[in-house]
């Protein structure tokens, strides 16, 4: 099959897991036998020339704190406007790739940031067939305007756009349907997944000395909520009960001063270390040298990859219960569940210190699970399966590209005038 993959970023341009999915995805596709192109923005800082990646479209970062947040009201909605609803220019760029590509099938990835309703849009509009990896609750962004869920966007997008969805766990379908944009069409939960080789086994589990204990985010602040405060809160009431006999190193970038602060302020820093960033790959590889991995994330947490890389290694995740991962894993068998609190997690933790949780054998079966049910390999069969399907749509009735372009600039423009009238009446 000819496949086309619409993605706002693609590594090395990436700001979390999405884009590294989106990428390893694409590779494995390319491996099947695949012709496989994919479009996606220009890279925010240098990135080398590859043949089957078109680094063309336009993105609006709206995950700029200073500009998009801290910007006037008008310029904020503008903003978000091009990001979530219309992109003109993003319009053209993509009929230009169908026309030179004449792809079999889209498969669709992240859309925050290009103007992901107008593109989907002119997808429906041509009848293209298409796959959307959902991560994320991308559709119930997408129909938020000033961050709530616009009822008639809702309404127009589950009434109109009919496919393929892969929503990564139950919870995150649940939460984009109980929202309002239902998803219509054929709809499968697939997990998220790891790639590489087997590593080898892990030899060196906790005996009682040294607990070695990591957590990891791409991005370390308050905003993105992934409980790295919860860990070294937890980490400071196990001081405060005697156990000295473990150490938590935090790998990621941090771009929120609170947390070297909150670190110095409970005088943790004997024990808790920010490690940094590490290119993925070394990350991973890491992991085989530490026996626990705390991941007290978000309840709406679609996913969380990171953990099951630590899995593969041998390292037991322990993960908050309400994330998404949580439904794929079973406590005590192949992870440790907790609930959301710094006290739940610490007490955890006390068991592994004290011995009456021993993370041998959970870590050798979260080790033979994750190789066994979530490598790629394993997933990369299904998602082609709904790629081959989609790609026998019928294209009957199908726009020209020529009207999805006048749509595209008509959407735009009426957009930018009701913000306008709205906001300056």
């Known amino acids: 099959m000819k496949i086309l993959v619409l993605s706002n970023l693609y590594p090395p341009d990436v700001i979390g897991g999405y884009e590294l999915c989106c990428r390893q995805a694409a590779d494995a596709l390319r491996q099947r036998g695949h012709d496989v192109r994919v479009l996606t923005t220009a890279p925010r800082s240098p990135s080398p020339a590859e043949p089957q990646v078109r680094r063309t479209l336009r993105l609006t970062d709206v995950w700029s704190h200073y500009s998009f947040q801290k910007s006037a009201p008008i310029t904020a909605h503008l903003t978000q406007s091009e990001s979530h609803r219309v992109n003109a220019y993003?319009?053209?760029?993509?009929?230009?790739?169908?026309?030179?590509?004449?792809?079999?099938?889209?498969?669709?990835?992240?859309?925050?940031?290009?103007?992901?309703?107008?593109?989907?849009?002119?997808?429906?509009?041509?009848?293209?067939?298409?796959?959307?990896?959902?991560?994320?609750?991308?559709?119930?962004?997408?129909?938020?305007?000033?961050?709530?869920?616009?009822?008639?966007?809702?309404?127009?997008?589950?009434?109109?756009?009919?496919?393929?969805?892969?929503?990564?766990?139950q919870q995150l379908l649940d939460a984009i349907e109980?929202?309002?944009?239902?998803?219509?069409?054929?709809?499968?939960?697939?997990?998220?997944w790891i790639v590489g080789p087997e590593p080898p086994p892990h030899a060196d589990y906790f005996r009682g000395k040294h607990l070695r204990i990591a957590a990891a985010a791409s991005i370390i602040d308050r905003q993105t909520d992934k409980g790295i405060d919860l860990a070294v809160e937890a980490a400071a009431l196990l001081r405060d009960r005697g156990y000295d006999h473990f150490s938590l190193d935090i790998f990621g970038q941090v771009h929120?001063?609170?947390?070297?602060?909150?670190?110095?302020?409970?005088?943790?820093?004997?024990?808790?270390?920010?490690?940094?960033?590490?290119?993925?790959?070394?990350l991973i590889a890491h992991y085989s040298e530490y026996d626990l991995f705390l991941f007290p994330t978000r309840p709406g947490e679609p996913f969380g990859v990171a953990p099951l890389e630590a899995a593969a290694r041998g390292c037991?995740?322990?993960?908050?219960?309400?994330?998404?991962?949580?439904?794929?894993?079973?406590?005590?068998?192949?992870?440790?569940?907790?609930?959301?609190?710094?006290?739940?997690?610490?007490?955890?933790?006390?068991?592994?210190?004290?011995?009456?949780?021993?993370?041998?054998?959970?870590?050798?079966?979260?080790?033979?699970?994750?190789?066994?049910?979530?490598?790629?390999?394993?997933?990369?069969?299904?998602?082609?399966?709904?790629?081959?399907?989609?790609?026998?749509?019928?294209?009957?009735?199908?726009?020209?590209?020529?009207?999805?372009?006048?749509?595209?600039?008509?959407?735009e423009k009426l957009s930018r005038v009701l913000i306008h009238e709205s906001l300056c009446a």
């Open 90 to 169: 993003n319009v053209h760029a993509l009929l230009g790739e169908l026309e030179e590509f004449q792809p079999d099938v889209v498969y669709v990835h992240m859309l925050i940031g290009i103007g992901g309703l107008a593109l989907m849009a002119c997808l429906h509009h041509l009848q293209v067939p298409w796959v959307w990896q959902l991560g994320d609750d991308v559709p119930v962004k997408l129909c938020q305007i000033a961050g709530r869920l616009n009822p008639t966007l809702a309404r127009e997008f589950s009434r109109q756009l009919h496919g393929h969805f892969i929503p990564v766990s």
């Open 178 to 192: 109980t929202s309002g944009a239902t998803l219509n069409g054929v709809v499968e939960v697939i997990p998220n």
């Open 256 to 282: 929120d001063p609170y947390f070297p602060s909150l670190i110095l302020n409970y005088g943790l820093n004997d024990r808790v270390t920010l490690k940094g960033s590490l290119p993925q790959d070394d």
């Open 316 to 411: 037991v995740p322990l993960i908050s219960q309400t994330c998404g991962i949580a439904e794929w894993l079973v406590h005590t068998i192949d992870c440790l569940k907790a609930p959301r609190t710094a006290a739940a997690f610490a007490r955890t933790v006390s068991a592994v210190l004290d011995g009456s949780i021993d993370l041998e054998p959970i870590g050798r079966r979260a080790s033979a699970v994750a190789r066994r049910e979530f490598h790629i390999d394993t997933i990369i069969p299904r998602i082609e399966d709904h790629l081959r399907r989609a790609s026998r749509q019928s294209r009957a009735g199908a726009g020209t590209p020529e009207e999805a372009y006048r749509l595209a600039l008509l959407a």
